[in-house]
DNA sequence: TTAAATGCAAATTATTTGCAGAAGC
DNA sequence: GCTTCTGCAAATAATTTGCATTTAA
């Protein structure tokens, strides 16, 4: 985990008068040293690896606390699961590409659907707070080839 | 329900090998009856009004049915319930705006959006399957003048 | 007649919550 | 010391499912 992401946190912590203990380190170390996505059970699983006392509660009373702090971004991408995405505090407007076919997830940003998107909430006669664009897709490359290389987003 | 609608239901069945039954019938006029959006349960209550044999487990059954048949939109916006939108047979490719004050959903429809989300995502090596925008929003008439006026989707 | 559809009730599953004990400040 | 935090286990709630029965074709 990077240090600038460390001291944000923290500083969020002390702000919010929300106390230090082994259970909440563990877990925001967990939540932000990979940049993939991740369920909470995943986080879970990553927390007890540092700290084995992490319970399933505490993962879910904390994962609200760091959305709210705005580090972490909670993705509801329509599966059963909610996915927490630790990316958005170097890429705070990116959009999510799902593959229908194999499941993965590209991320892309893109400075021209945001400025679209104000506008038609401006025109609409609102103030956007919260913005997300999900694309369903398929792989091009599948169907051409019959096998689908995971290849990297090519936008972030 | 306009006549149109109704065929294009019944000809969906048929193709698919689908028996009509009196539930199904009662749960196909609740669904397409109305403008608005509702859920599975408010569905149940008005198909109940139709045909009181409805079950929960029939509605539950059948509104799968009618999202694959592409005339009824699943819409997830967030809430811990799946809600079901009408619309989608009038207007294919309309977006949602979720007021954050008054959760009203206003309903738009922007062909540059949907121009910008086709370019993406054929830029990114997949072909476009399904798009959903959703964006979260406070209503300015609110923060005007403490009041806010259930103004109409002023784009559909 | 026979395969599909239904109602009921129980199962499933992610998430939330009450509570008593533990721990930060 | 006082309040917050935690783990545990039970609760919640939307949706799904097994099964015996009914019904469309």
Known sequence: MEAAVRDRIYEFLLESGLRRTAQRDAIIEAAFSHTDHYTAEELLVRSRGIEPSVSRAT?????????????????????????????????????????IDCNRIVEFEDRNIDTLENCITKRLGFSPATKQTRIEASCDELKRSGACAHRVAQDL
């Not at 996915?83 to 799902?98: G, M, T, V």
């Open 59 to 99: 993962v879910y009373r904390t994962l609200p606390l760091l959305v709210e702090s705005g580090l972490l971004k909670e993705l509801d991408l329509g599966k059963d699961q909610m996915l927490y995405d630790p990316n958005y505090i170097e890429h705070p407007r990116h959009s999510h590409l799902i593959c």
